[in-house]
Nanobody
């Protein structure tokens, strides 16, 4: 099992910055990728950023150059640095862990989410 808890959300003005943190515990060694997703009211949940083995990262197009995903050396915390925030970034942000549970079987784990609101 894997447990995830997000923190760092809040309200910020356009152009501001926030750093989200995701505390990871449990079967960390079998996690193959960590990600941040977001869901705005009335919209489906979407991938924002992902980091996988070898620290390979990928980003949703609208956040490229503004957001950075990273992990600490122990892989116990995943971060999302968000700069130049825009009103359209307003959403609940969820931490995700993608874990290998069998030779060809994987499972997703989710945190409870943290609210990010961007407005003047």
């Amino acid at each position: 099992q894997v447990q995830l808890v997000e923190s760092g959300g809040g309200r910020v003005q356009p152009g501001g910055s926030l750093r989200l943190s995701c505390a990871v515990s449990g079967s960390i060694s079998s996690i193959v990728a960590m990600g941040w997703y977001r869901q705005a009211p009335g919209k489906p949940r979407e991938l924002v950023a992902r980091i996988s083995g070898g620290d390979v990262t990928n980003y949703e197009d609208s956040v490229k150059g503004r957001f950075t995903i990273s992990t600490n050396n122990a892989k116990t915390t995943t971060y999302l640095q968000m700069n130049n925030l825009k009103p359209e970034d307003t959403a609940v942000y969820y931490c995700n862990a993608y874990r290998q549970v069998g030779p060809t079987t994987f499972q997703n784990y989710w945190g409870p989410g943290t609210q990010v609101s961007v407005s003047s």
